[in-house]
Every structure is written in C-alpha cells, then in structure tokens.
C-alpha cells in the first residue's frame, strides 16, 4: 500500500494515556479504581482495602510485561489498565539491570558512570510500547501511578527553585511524562493568610479547606510549584476524581467541536 494512502486527516480519537502522582494516601488507588472496567497491576503492596480487579503483586519487570502480554492477547473484560505504582517499578527495572550485569547496585552498572540508567530506558520504552499495543488494539485507557518527590529546577530565566514531580530517575521521568497525554498532580489546596507577629513582622500561615487537610486536588497544566500538562485543554485544577475528569474531557471536546463548526 502506497504510503500516501495510509495518511489520516482530522482528529483521531484515542483511549487516554495518564500518569498521576501524588503523596502517599491522597487517594490515588482510589481514583483509579473507579475507571471503565479496571485492571491492576500491582508493583507495590497496597490494594487491600480497595475493591479492585488486580494481577498478583509484580516481583519482578518481567511479571508486569507479563501481564501487559496477557491484556494484548487474551481475551477479556477490561478496559482500563492501572501500574500502581511507577517508582516501585522503576526499582523492579533496576532489579532486572543488575541481575542482567552481575552487579548490586544500578550505579554499578556496565561499568557506572550512570550507564544503567541510559539502559533502564530499553525497559520503559518496553513496557510503553506494550501499553500502547493496548491502547491500539484493545482500545484500553493506561493509567500510571507515581508518588511525588521534591526536587531542584534550574529555571535560565529566574534561576532554581523546588517543585514536585514524579519520584523517578530524571532520565526515565523524561521518557514517561513525554508519552503521557496529561500528567496530573494529585495534592491538598491550602489557603495561606498573612498575620501580624508583632515587632514590624508578619508571619503566613495555611490553612485546609476540609477537615483533612484541605479539598484534594489534581492540577493539570504546569506551574513552578509542580510538573503537570495536558493535551485536551483541561483546567488549571479539577477535583480529585475520576467523574472530574471525565467531565472535564467531554466539555472541553464539546467546546472544540462547536468552535470547528
């Protein structure tokens, strides 16, 4: 077939590819729990209290491309994928590296100098391939979970400051946010007000909104306070839900057709 025949034109409608991540216990799982028809796969111990379908825990890389292989090719139910979680993953790869070069450590790795996580990446790229053959020929949703890490950006134009981010090697990071269409960051809104403290002084003080806290929140385009993008045009924030999501992918796909007439 000539390959002039096989180029598409218009807007192809494609099964979202998701990474969220967030601190410990904001409810992550949870979300994720409540997409179409979830399937997890576990990296880390901690679905027990959540009603999920889910594979045996992962102990090993090979078990997760395991089990991508068997949503390719079997038949089945699901319409969702969930990892849960990315940075215990990202051990599990280093796992393989080290077994695969006789060494303890990933530092260690083909001699150090920080190659193994140059090759750390031939796994992820792996295992998102196998993702994306889902989301192809199954028509699967991918969500990818990951806690938060806070690290030093060095802006050229105001100089370093600290953010959050997802907690994996810089290079892998790259990798992943760069394939995901939106990168979400599940966090607590905090209102801050200033008081006096006496002596000529002021001191800021937060303050939740909820009594946990504050209102759990995903952001969803980047700031400096933390990485975040779409591609669907979603707010600035949305609640931490699923149903927000959702909701929020239908009105702005419907907000882009009447604007395309």
């Known amino acids: 077939m000539s390959l ?25 799982s949870t979300l994720a729990s409540h997409a179409p028809d979830a399937i997890f796969i576990p990296t880390e111990d901690g679905l027990g209290e959540i009603d999920c379908s889910s594979f045996p825990l992962a102990k090993n890389c090979e078990a997760v491309i395991d089990a ?3 949503l390719i090719n079997e038949e089945h139910q699901f319409q969702t994928v969930v990892i849960d979680s990315l940075d215990w993953l ?12 006789g060494t303890s450590s990933i530092e260690k790795v083909d001699g150090g100098y920080a190659r193994g996580y140059i090759h750390a990446l031939t796994h992820w790229r792996r295992i998102l391939n196998g993702l994306d053959e889902l989301r192809t020929k199954r028509g699967m949703c991918t969500i990818l979970l990951a806690h938060a890490k806070v690290e030093t950006f060095s802006d050229p134009e105001v100089g370093a400051y600290d953010r959050f981010s997802p907690r994996l090697h810089k ?15 599940a966090t607590r809104k905090v209102i801050t007000r200033t008081e006096d403290a006496g002596f000529n002084r002021t001191r800021t003080l937060a303050s939740g909104l909820g009594k946990e ?49």
């Open 4 to 28: 002039l025949k096989q180029i598409h034109i218009g807007k192809k409608q494609m099964p979202p590819r998701m990474l969220i991540y967030g601190t410990e216990g904001i409810g992550k």
């Open 68 to 70: 991508i292989d068997v």
């Open 90 to 101: 990202e051990r599990l790869v280093w796992d393989q590296l080290c077994k695969e070069y």
């Open 171 to 185: 290079h892998a990071n790259a990798v992943v946010t760069e394939w995901a269409d939106a990168v979400l960051f």
């Open 213 to 261: 806290g504050g209102d759990r929140i995903l952001r969803c385009v980047g700031s400096p306070s933390c990485v975040a993008k779409n591609r669907y045009g979603l707010p600035a924030e949305l609640p931490l839900s699923w149903q927000a999501i959702m909701n929020a992918l239908i009105q702005t796909n419907n907000q882009k057709e009447q604007r395309n007439g």
